[in-house]
Structures are given as C-alpha cells and as structure tokens.
Nanobody, 122 residues
C-alpha cells in the first residue's frame, strides 16, 4: 500500500487548508483512513479517522474545525481544516488500517504516508 499526501502549506491564523491522501496498492474501501500530526519535539497525535464504514471520529482539539471524508471510487481521503491556529503547525500524516481497536493510537495503523507540512503563522 502506498499513501501520498498533498495540499499542505502555509496559512495565517484563521485560515483554511484541505489535505488529501491518495491510496494505492490494495482495495481502498477495505481500509479505515486517518490523519495524525506531529509537531517538533512532540509525539504523533491523532487528528481524525474515517472508518471503512464511513464513521468519523475527531480529536477533541479538532472538533468543529475539520471534516474528514473519503471517495472510494477515487481511492482518496480528504481533511478540510478551518480556523487554523499556530498550534496546528505540524507535519500531517495519512495512515491506513484494515482493523483497529483504538483508532487514536498510531500503533494500530499498518501503513503511513511520508507526511506533509502545515504551517500556521500568527
């Protein structure tokens, strides 16, 4: 499985970004797909997940500020983020799993993208 992120960049506080993750190699609809992020000096943290059944879960810090979605026909997953703040600055990673007992734990995901930088300035 290969995961390729796109759509990162730099925005000012209050701005918006849309991240995309392109999946290839196996049947996309079999996978639950998530976003994690990692800021310098911090552990990788959960952002949002959309399960293979299209159920969605968000980190408390992102609730109301982001929307995760998937397009099984295009084998892509997207994360729309708004009202971004400087503490949202991090490398954002796409991750995929065929099954997880706790979607918020990085160790539950078998496949990872290379990551993409999101920088938010004040």
């Amino acid at each position: 499985v290969q995961l390729v992120e796109s759509g990162g960049g730099s925005v000012q506080a209050g701005g918006s970004l849309r991240l995309s993750c392109a999946h290839s190699g196996r049947t996309f609809s079999d996978f639950s797909m998530a976003w994690f992020r990692q800021a310098p000096g911090k552990e990788r943290e959960f952002v949002a997940v959309i399960t293979w059944m299209a159920n969605t879960y968000y980190a408390d810090s992102m609730k109301g500020r982001c929307t995760i979605s998937r397009d099984n026909a295009k084998a892509t997953m997207n994360l729309g983020m708004n009202n971004l703040q400087p503490n949202d600055t991090a490398v954002y990673y796409c991750a995929a799993t065929v099954g997880a007992s706790d979607y918020s734990r990085p160790g539950q995901y078998e496949y990872w993208g290379q990551g993409i930088q999101v920088s938010v300035s004040s």
